[in-house]
């Protein structure tokens, strides 16, 4: 059978700045599913819409036709609300996993489908796999088992949910069309909406080690999300959140989970405590369960109670104890004064050369490898106090890791003004 178009007319209508038909898109994205459009055409397509930018009915249409390229997943038989949260990624980002069982604590579903580390950024997978035993991959009946039974999942979002997304974002990532608007949120959103989840927030992360580097950019990408979630029937707030310097004190997989499980037992550090809690009050409202005293489900143990059950239900052992990586090495203050910059990509880069992340998407990572941090922003410290500890398997990576983190550290003569964590909200 003929083709509906002729891919070179579609790519030269977005290159010299026309709008795409829905036609035109639903077939662009069928077709390059299919076989039929070549990565080539793909990747002069994603590069055209780089430059000119989509309207909003394309990036609808866009999303739309990545949705309708899979399956769609249904929760409305599990008989309670359903919620989840998507990060845009950053270092020290551990707030799924604490956050799950928070929220499932209070009788509501929360279907996570994750993904892993690619770059600076660490991926929720990688993170439980340091658990002992767990498991992210299941069929959809156990999904749907655990989500009745403890309420909380977190799974690898299957080959079968937007697989044009896959393909798409591939070529993204090799051709220098990775950040770019209208193609981050149609792919983020065709697979939050294809995995069917009642409610979603979002939290948009901003600063150096986020996607988004200011915050007007990080505002437009959300609101773009919550319009998009909105129009296909998903309740979408967004936050956006500091991304400057890492969340909380540890960085790198096993490290994540650790403290992770002191957030769980009441305590951890107040940065990942508040944006924990913002992300949950809003999903449980969401939920028809306005002011929730999250931080008392934190403190008397129901949220920790639920993250058992999940990692439990995932053939993880809880009480299992964390490896920890053999060689590490502490970075000093050189200087008296305040630690005025902790810079999150210079660490999240050095997280990664340490081991904890990957460069292509078939690399091992080390459970074990990343970064304590042991001053907070702002604190008067002394020279020759420990700042930081480094973890790695493979000592040789030092060096590496040193070159990215030292020039993110700021020792200045004055105490700068504690940062805000959630600087915006857009419902
Ligand atoms: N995460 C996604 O899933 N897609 C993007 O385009 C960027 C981040």
Redesign the pocket.
């Known amino acids: 059978m003929a083709e509906q178009f002729d891919v070179v007319d579609v790519i030269r209508t977005k290159r010299d700045g026309g709008e795409l038909s829905t036609d035109q898109i639903n077939w662009v994205i069928d077709a390059y599913t299919r076989g039929v459009v070549g990565d080539e055409q793909m990747a002069a397509l994603n590069m055209a819409i780089f430059i000119r930018d989509m309207g909003r009915r394309e990036i609808v249409d866009w999303t739309n036709a990545m949705i309708n390229s899979g399956e769609r997943m249904n929760f409305t038989g599990l008989g309670k609300p359903t919620t989840d949260k998507h990060s845009?990624?950053g270092v020290g980002d551990k707030v799924t996993l604490p956050l799950g069982p928070l929220v499932s604590s209070y009788g509501v579903a929360v279907p996570q489908l994750s993904?892993r580390g690619l770059g600076h950024t660490g991926g929720t997978l990688d993170k439980l796999e340091a658990i002992p035993g767990w498991k992210a991959d299941m069929s959809n009946d156990r999904m749907m088992e655990i989500l009745k039974d403890s309420g909380a999942v977190v799974a690898a979002a299957g080959a079968g949910l937007a697989p044009a997304?896959k393909k798409i974002?591939a070529l993204?990532d090799i051709t220098a069309t990775?950040d770019c608007i209208p193609?981050?949120a149609s792919?983020?959103m065709s697979?939050k909406i294809a995995e069917g989840t009642a409610s979603l927030v979002l939290d948009v992360k901003v600063g150096s080690g986020a996607?988004m580097k200011d915050i007007d950019t990080a505002r437009q990408l959300a609101q773009t999300m919550v319009d998009l979630g909105k129009d296909a029937g998903v309740d979408t707030r967004a936050l956006l959140t500091d991304m400057s310097t890492p969340l909380g004190r540890k960085i790198g997989n096993g490290l994540e989970v650790e403290e992770s499980v002191e957030v769980l037992a009441g305590g951890g550090p107040q940065d990942l405590i508040d944006i924990t809690c913002e992300l949950a009050r809003n999903m449980l409202d969401m939920c028809g369960i306005p002011d929730a005293d999250v931080e008392e489900a934190l403190k008397d143990g129901r949220a920790m109670d639920s993250w058992r059950k999940m990692i439990r239900a995932q053939g993880g052992d809880p009480d299992a104890p964390l490896a920890r990586a053999p060689h590490t090495h502490e970075v000093l203050a050189d200087a008296d004064g305040y630690l005025t910059e902790l810079d999150a990509l210079a660490l999240g880069v050095g997280s990664w050369r340490l081991g904890a992340g990957r460069a292509r998407k078939e690399d091992p990572v080390q459970l074990t490898a990343g970064i304590e941090v042991h001053a907070d922003l702002g604190q008067k410290v002394t020279k020759g106090q420990k700042l930081l500890t480094l973890h790695t398997e493979t000592p040789d990576r030092f060096e590496r890791a040193l070159e990215s983190i030292l020039p993110g550290i700021v020792i200045g003569d004055a105490p700068t003004a504690p940062r805000d964590i959630i600087l915006d909200k857009i419902l």
């Open positions: 845009t990624g993904g997304d974002y993204r990775v193609l981050i792919s983020i697979k996607f």
